[in-house]
């Protein structure tokens, strides 16, 4: 069955940078893409951006341009996001979600990782 | 950016009752509509996409509809397990766009 685990909570203080993981199992890694969704605390939906997988495209909400970075490593079925100089408005969940395969919506979703940033 | 408005932002109603909850576009984004049910501390879930057609395992008392750039989201007889957050989420054009959000509480 299709799952993505994402890594555990994340604690990081203000300026730092911290890098998510998402490990995709259940289907062929590099038939379907990426993406990445914000949800702030008791708030709506906020897409970040997605990768492909197969060929490493990457495209960013122009938002999250300065603040995310999507790789892939294909030998290990892993998606990363990589967030930079964190502040409190990037205290969230964020989740990994599937898309593709001919069903061009967010089909599968991680559990989500809390990033709290904090001093 | 394509703007979602949904509606309403919270909905109390009672076992049984039926249930819609409404999202409009700022620009015709034809039928590339999702709604998600997300409940408390979950991931969402995907319900409806291609603004009419139920994902898999999704019970037939969902249902999806469009009237131009207005989009409906209709539960038949609401369950205890419907209750949770609903999202529409436009699929035309990137940045992809979700609504704020239907709170839907039992009565």
């Known amino acids: 069955q299709v799952n993505l685990l994402q890594s555990g909570a994340a604690l990081v203080k203000p300026g730092a940078s911290v890098k998510l993981s998402c490990k995709a199992s259940?289907?062929?890694?590099?038939?379907?893409?990426i993406h990445w969704v914000k949800q702030s605390h008791g708030k709506s939906l906020e897409w970040i951006g997605y990768?492909?997988?197969?060929?490493?495209?990457?495209n960013y909400n122009e938002k999250f341009k300065s603040k995310a970075t999507l790789t892939v490593d294909k030998s290990t079925n892993t998606a990363y996001m990589e967030l930079s100089r964190l502040t409190s408005e990037d205290s969230a969940t964020y989740y990994c979600t599937r898309f593709g395969g001919g069903l061009w919506y967010f089909d599968y979703w991680g559990q989500g990782v809390m990033v709290t940033v904090s001093s | 950016d394509i703007q979602m408005t949904q509606s309403p932002a919270s909905l109390s109603a009672s076992l049984e009752e039926i249930v819609t909850i409404t999202c409009q576009a700022s620009q015709d984004i034809g039928n590339w509509l999702a709604w998600y049910q997300q409940k408390p501390g979950k991931s969402p879930q995907l319900l409806i996409y291609g603004a009419t057609s139920l994902a898999d395992g999704v019970p037939s008392r969902f249902s999806g509809s469009r009237s131009g750039t207005q989009y409906s989201l209709k539960i038949s007889r609401l369950q205890v397990e419907d209750i949770g957050i609903y999202y529409c989420q436009q699929a035309s054009s990137a940045p992809w766009t979700f609504g704020g959000g239907t709170k839907l509480e039992l009565k």
């Open positions: 259940g289907y062929t890694f590099t038939d379907y893409y």
């Open positions: 990768i492909n997988p197969n060929s490493g495209y990457t």
